[in-house]
């Protein structure tokens, strides 16, 4: 039941989202391809990932055990923080690369990209980064929750809309930020890799001021649901042509 009241806010954003999107005129979107990852991410997390323990040790702190605001505050660094080097490893580690390379293989990026992640990626993040949270900090239903409606502003910073917060975009997560890390264009790659924070990459070095609607997406993406399921084994292979129909015989 509480992973579905956590799926209905989810499901609510991004219908919103769509809408304005739709009212702007920003175009035609992959939406089926991106359902169908969806489903397979959500079918992944009801079934498989309760199989995967996370952290019960001890912590550094306990959440309850501090006001509300600082605890959530607390954790809500340390995820978005553990988030950006996860993210970063997906574009420096070959195999997460494989994965995650069907998130950027989106051909125009919109709200309903925002999850477009390979169904295995909850699984290694529930043996690693959401482990690595918890030993740091033990949270509350009150922290889950709130971190919940926080992390919704990843579907306002994958939509397909022209908000750029120019100088101040160092503070927070946007459109314009976020849609030059989806870019194609090579002077782009490997830049602006915050979920929600952009301090991270202002520490790391990898903030660019956003500027424009360059184009997004790879040389390929996937046109099945076949395809999407084994992605990491055919993203870099090239498509084979289908075959030109055969000409009429001529009778004599």
């Known amino acids: 039941m509480g992973f579905l009241l956590a799926f209905v806010p989810q499901l609510v954003v991004l219908l919103l989202l769509l809408l304005v999107e739709r009212r702007r005129g920003q175009g035609v979107h992959d939406g089926w391809r991106n359902l169908q990852v969806w489903a397979l991410q959500l079918g992944t997390v009801m079934v498989l990932l309760p199989l995967l323990h996370s952290w019960t040790g001890p912590a550094l702190l306990k959440g309850a055990d501090l006001p509300f605001w600082a605890s959530f505050l607390i954790f809500l660094l340390v995820r978005d923080g553990l988030e950006f080097a996860f993210h970063v490893a997906q574009h420096r580690i070959p195999f997460l690369w494989a994965m995650h390379s069907l998130h950027h293989s989106d051909p125009n990026m919109s709200a309903m990209t925002t999850q477009r992640h390979y169904w295995a990626d909850p699984l290694i993040k529930q043996v ?80 660019r001021r956003p500027e424009g609607r360059p184009p997004t997406g790879l040389a390929r993406h996937p046109q099945s649901l076949g395809e999407v399921l084994i992605w990491p084994l055919i993203w870099n292979k090239p498509r084979v042509p289908e075959a030109e129909p055969s000409a009429p015989h001529l009778q004599a």
Do not use: K
């Open 128 to 207: 690693t980064i959401w482990a690595a949270t918890l030993m740091v900090i033990t949270p509350t239903s009150a922290i889950y929750a709130a971190y919940g409606l926080a992390s919704l502003w990843n579907f306002f910073a994958h939509a397909d809309l022209p908000v750029n917060f120019g100088r101040w975009s160092w503070l927070i997560n946007s459109p314009a930020y976020h849609r030059r890390h989806h870019s194609s264009r090579p002077e782009h790659y490997d830049q602006n890799f915050a979920a929600i924070f952009p301090i991270f990459d202002v520490l790391c070095g990898s903030y």
